[in-house]
T-cell receptor, first 116, second 113 residues
Framework: DTEVTQTPKHLVMGMTNKKSLKCEQHMGHRAMYWYKQKAKKPPELMFVYSYEKLSINESVPSRFSPECPNSSLLNLHLHALQPEDSALYLC???????????????FGPGTRLTVL | AQSVSQHNHHVILSEAASLELGCNYSYGGTVNLFWYVQYPGQHLQLLLKYFSGDPLVKGIKGFEAEFIKSKFSFNLRKPSVQWSDTAEYFCAVTNSGYSTLTFGKGTMLLVSP
């Protein structure tokens, strides 16, 4: 299995809802990432987990809460979002170790989130 | 901090024209370099990557890129574009010791049939 999967593909939520995005990989990768991408802009890094521990939080508002239950799974819990949080949320993973090739990131298809 | 510059925000070409998209990065140490493509409404796909070795890298769909260390550049090329190459192209860099990617702002390529 050489892909990163994300569910759901699309999500529409109100500002008072609580929802979660899910990301899964079975490549044995030890780093996982959440990115936010607005239309016609590059992805912006939100969080990095290395060996299941949060290693980078790019000053993301607390209404976004990441979780890494195990080395294959990464969740992003959403609560009290704002309309400006509407975007494509991308998950990625990378092997780590193994020299420079360990830094290559493999991206999932993303979840397109709309906040009403 | 690392930065990546893509010189052209929009490029318009006719089919069969040659393509070159510029990418320059700021870090002076050892880097890993990537080009990603994002077709309209779709997710990021890796076109090609450079870690070490031959500075001329061949990727998918007839794309290639050349790493020129002295110019801090990693330009993307294709000899003859097709309408289906219409997409956003992102250059990205990691420092060899870290895995966080720094993306350029992207270049929107429009190929007219």
């Amino acid at each position: 299995d050489t892909e990163v999967t994300q569910t759901p593909k699309h999500l529409v939520m109100g500002m008072t809802n609580k929802k979660s995005l899910k990301c899964e990989q079975h490549m044995g990768h030890r780093a996982m990432y959440w990115y936010k991408q607005k239309a016609k802009k590059p992805p912006e890094l939100m969080f990095v987990y290395s060996y299941e521990k949060l290693s980078i939080n790019e000053s993301v508002p607390s209404r976004f809460s990441p979780e890494c239950p195990n080395s294959s799974l990464l969740n992003l819990h959403l609560h009290a979002l704002q309309p400006e949080d509407s975007a494509l949320y991308l998950c990625a993973s990378s092997p780590l170790g193994g020299g420079r090739a360990g830094n290559e990131q493999f991206f999932g298809p993303g979840t397109r989130l709309t906040v009403l | 901090a690392q930065s990546v510059s893509q010189h052209n925000h929009h490029v318009i070409l006719s089919e069969a024209a040659s393509l070159e998209l510029g990418c320059n990065y700021s870090y002076g140490g050892t880097v890993n370099l990537f080009w990603y493509v994002q077709y309209p409404g779709q997710h990021l796909q890796l076109l090609l990557k450079y870690f070490s070795g031959d500075p001329l890298v061949k990727g998918i769909k007839g794309f290639e890129a050349e790493f020129i260390k002295s110019k801090f550049s990693f330009n993307l090329r294709k000899p003859s574009v097709q309408w289906s190459d219409t997409a956003e192209y992102f250059c990205a860099v990691t420092n060899s010791g870290y895995s966080t990617l720094t993306f350029g702002k992207g270049t929107m390529l429009l190929v007219s049939p």
